[in-house]
Antibody, heavy 119, light 110 residues
Framework: EVQLVESGGGLVQPGRSLRLSCAVSGFTFDDYAMHWVRQAPGKGLEWVAYIISIGGSIRYADSVRGRFTISRDNAKNSLYLQMNSLRAEDTALYYC????????????WGQGTLVTVSS | QSVLTQPPSASGTPGQRVTISCSGSSSNIGSNTVNWYQQLPGTAPKLLIYSNSRRPSGVPDRFSGSKSGTSASLAISGLQSEDEADYYCAAWDDSLDGLVFGGGTKLTVL
């Protein structure tokens, strides 16, 4: 059974940093690309970042490029999102998600971890 | 403003057939496959349709997808009360070099 478990969310002040983690199981992690997707309270889904399985290809949404960094540790079956210079508009539920292959789209989602940016 | 355009709401009565549209452009739907997701209240999204029209195992055949040009659609036949949810379309966008979602359609079963 595919499982994606996010952690690291919480309340943080504007301008500060936070690191999200996602522990995965139930599939061969290094065979698949991974994504982070967020959902602001009461709003729709917004794609944040993508990292290919092996080879380093990474993509970001314009809204986070230069502030967020996606990474993965295939040996630890883990995905990460380092978030710097956080803004109020980054407040959202952040989902870790598995790609169908490499860039085809998402097939499995975690339950999400809530990030609240507020003073 | 989402890159992919969906109607904000749709509704139908039990047993009815409902269709949700998703409009894009040549850089997303026009050149890449479309996936559809169902998000029940308070839960994570769930893959409903992938590669335009394929159903993952476990998804009832009441759900079907299609794509034509720069538009896609999700059809739900034999509508049931448990289908009441938010539905999102998604596709890779070659110009933005990222995944794009529709704004979501809230389906109400009357």
């Amino acid at each position: 059974e595919v499982q994606l478990v996010e952690s690291g969310g919480g309340l943080v002040q504007p301008g500060r940093s936070l690191r999200l983690s996602c522990a995965v199981s139930g599939f061969t992690f290094d065979d698949y690309a991974m994504h982070w997707v967020r959902q602001a309270p009461g709003k729709g889904l917004e794609w944040v970042a993508y990292i290919i399985s092996i080879g380093g290809s990474i993509r970001y949404a314009d809204s986070v490029r230069g502030r967020f960094t996606i990474s993965r540790d295939n040996a630890k079956n883990s995905l990460y999102l380092q978030m710097n210079s956080l803004r109020a508009e980054d407040t959202a539920l952040y989902y870790c998600a598995k790609d169908l292959l490499n860039g085809v789209g998402i097939d499995y989602w975690g339950q999400g971890t809530l990030v609240t940016v507020s003073s | 403003q989402s890159v992919l355009t969906q109607p904000p709401s749709a509704s139908g009565t039990p047993g009815q057939r409902v269709t949700i549209s998703c409009s894009g452009s040549s850089s997303n739907i026009g050149s890449n496959t479309v996936n559809w997701y169902q998000q029940l209240p308070g839960t994570a999204p769930k893959l409903l349709i992938y590669s335009n029209s394929r159903r993952p195992s476990g998804v009832p055949d009441r759900f079907s997808g299609s794509k034509s040009g720069t538009s896609a659609s999700l059809a739900i036949s034999g509508l049931q009360s448990e289908d009441e949810a938010d539905y999102y379309c998604a596709a890779w966008d070659d110009s933005l070099d990222g995944l794009v979602f529709g704004g979501g359609t809230k389906l109400t079963v009357l």
